[in-house]
């Protein structure tokens, strides 16, 4: 039995307890009494008590808490959180999610230093094209190689992006290698993205470096190390366009291999839904080690920080409109089945990441203006300083955050529903 989903109790575990200490520490240091910092939650196991406050450990080893003295507004202690100035419970309220944000630029500065695994190969192979987008209309197609634009070579993402940027408007030609030719596109660049094109890492050949046991590939007789030369008798030269014939095929693609250097007669890869959703699969990349300098690391965190950040309003956005990609909202059961997956598939760099990306998730949800949450409270004292400090009845917004409770609860217990289900059927969250 797999029991790699563990790993969800120290990633959740260090999330909630850094929170907390955001919570704990502004608490102390801005003199609002505080009754007790938990790692766990109760039953208690045993506490030792320091300058009136309770540190305890407790049995559920999910996280951990801290009690503030009057934080629902029901005490009259004059160092209570309900008694303290609004700029004071503001401070408090945002220093657990900015915790975490300072977490996520900690574990990225980190890695950067010590050592990322890279791909060496350019980001210029063309994974997906929108329909209707810039590149759709110029005839741009899904396994293109990108070679210039206007003449100037293109070896990364974001130098196609640059270029594309700069001509925008303007009917430009994009050089792209297509089945072993070179073809010349006019496309003219508009909008943000200008392209509207997925890019992917551009390696040749299409070799496969992993076969999962009983996975659909394993079935087709596929086996790490093949070549894969061609699919439903079209030529492949590269990953990308791999990938894309394969997925593309209808019912099943005929895929013919080269194995210690002789061609084998076509193998039959099932492309049904099922089958493309966990295959089994994986092509093998070129990986280097880079090593970078602390004001590097932290120039690099602070942009993959941001990348993730401006990315959870349009997750959100796409989930309300139906056009998500994948469960865009999961519950602890599907958090477990993706901390699971992650560490099988890349080990410890890939916890880390993964609990950055937990921490700015939570540093962008926590502080949302919804009943329940650190921002639900923030809304409140806002609302209190627009009426020139006078607070709503706490009992009132104890009430409000009580109903936001439920509907939280409710909306989680659906989802928990929905991740269950896709655990029974074996879908996975990260293929």
């Known amino acids: ?71 629902n507004g029901d005490s009259d202690d004059p160092r209570s959180f309900g008694k303290a100035p609004a700029w004071k419970r503001i401070i408090v309220l945002v220093a657990g999610s900015l915790m975490n944000l300072v977490l996520a630029l900690i574990i990225f500065t980190g890695m950067s230093i010590a050592g990322t695994r890279e791909i060496n190969a350019t980001q210029t192979a063309v994974g997906t094209v929108l329909a209707g987008q810039p590149a759709d209309k110029g005839g741009i197609k899904p396994g293109d190689h990108i070679l210039s634009v206007d003449g100037q070579a293109v070896t990364s993402s974001d130098q196609l992006r640059s270029l594309s940027h700069a001509h925008l408007g303007q009917p430009t030609t994009f050089t792209v290698e297509r089945g072993g030719k070179t073809i010349d596109l006019t496309i003219t660049p508009q909008g943000d993205p200008p392209l509207g094109v997925g890019l992917s890492y551009w390696v040749t050949p299409a070799k496969i470096d992993a076969v999962k046991a009983n996975s659909p590939a394993a079935k087709a007789g596929l086996k790490p190390g093949d070549v894969i030369v061609s699919v439903n008798g079209s030529p492949v030269n590269d990953v990308t366009s791999a990938l894309y014939s394969i997925s593309s095929a209808k019912d099943q693609a005929q895929i013919v291999v080269q194995r210690n250097g002789q061609q084998l007669p076509p193998l039959s890869l099932p492309t049904d839904a099922n089958s493309l959703k966990s295959p089994g699969l994986n092509m093998y990349y070129p990986i280097r080690m880079v090593y970078y300098s602390p004001g590097e690391a932290l120039g690099r965190a602070l942009s993959s920080t941001w990348d993730v950040i401006s990315s959870i309003p349009r997750g959100i956005a ?38 950055a990306l937990l921490g700015i998730s939570l540093f962008m949800i926590n502080l949302m203006p919804l009943p329940a949450l650190d921002g639900g409270r923030l809304l409140f004292i806002i609302i209190e300083l627009l009426r020139g400090g006078r607070r709503i009845a706490p009992e ?36």
């Open 396 to 431: 009132k917004e104890a009430v409000v955050h009580f109903a936001g409770m439920m509907v939280l609860l409710g909306l989680m217990a659906l989802i928990t529903y929905f991740d269950v289900q896709r655990l029974f059927q074996g879908q996975s969250l990260i293929k």
């Open 1 to 71: 039995m797999d029991f790699s989903w563990l790993w969800v109790v120290p990633v959740l575990g260090i999330l909630i307890v850094v929170h907390e200490m955001g919570h704990f520490f502004t608490a102390i240091w801005l003199g609002i009494k505080v009754e007790e910092f938990g790692i766990g939650f109760p039953p208690r196991i045993f506490a030792i008590r320091r300058k009136g406050v309770d540190y305890s450990l407790n049995a559920l080893p999910i996280g951990g808490f801290v009690k503030i003295t009057g934080e």
């Open 318 to 355: 796409q989930a309300v409109a139906g056009s998500a990609q994948g469960p865009g909202v999961t519950s602890i059961v599907g958090i477990s089945q993706l901390t699971g997956e992650v560490a099988q598939e890349a080990g410890i760099s890939g916890l880390l990441s993964l609990t």
